[in-house]
């Protein structure tokens, strides 16, 4: 089991960026998957969350409404498009299934910094 997260970066207050993370290992399009983060000195926390069709869709209440889950399961890979980014939104961001102590690991993340 492998996941690949990319696309963060520096960013200023209210911009916007588009997180991918590409996942392999397992059976990719039968399984739910997420969007976790874990701020500096905090641990890690779930933020989103997305069926294995991409029907269904859930986000924690601090990133609702600014934040978007989606997936191509014929790529296998997972997006989070982050628009109005906070500095409270800093942290390394990661992605997994929805039951990640069945995956036993985790990619490396990408590090998302919202500054002025």
């Known amino acids: 089991v492998q996941f690949v997260e990319s696309g963060g970066g520096l960013v200023q207050p209210g911009g916007s960026l588009r997180l991918s993370c590409a996942a392999s290992g397992f059976s990719f399009s039968t399984s739910d998957m997420s969007w976790y983060r874990q701020p500096p000195g905090k641990g890690r926390e779930l933020i989103a969350s997305?069926?294995?069709?991409?029907?269904?869709?859930k986000y924690a209440g601090s990133v609702r409404d600014r934040f978007t889950i989606s997936r191509n399961n014929a790529k296998n890979t997972i997006y989070l498009q982050m628009n109005s980014l906070k500095p409270e939104d800093t942290a390394v961001y990661y992605c997994?299934?929805?039951?990640?102590?069945?995956?036993?690991?985790w990619g490396q993340g990408t590090q998302v910094t919202v500054s002025s």
């Open positions: 997305i069926t294995n069709t991409g029907a269904s869709l």
């Open positions: 997994n299934t929805v039951t990640p102590y069945r995956t036993g690991t």
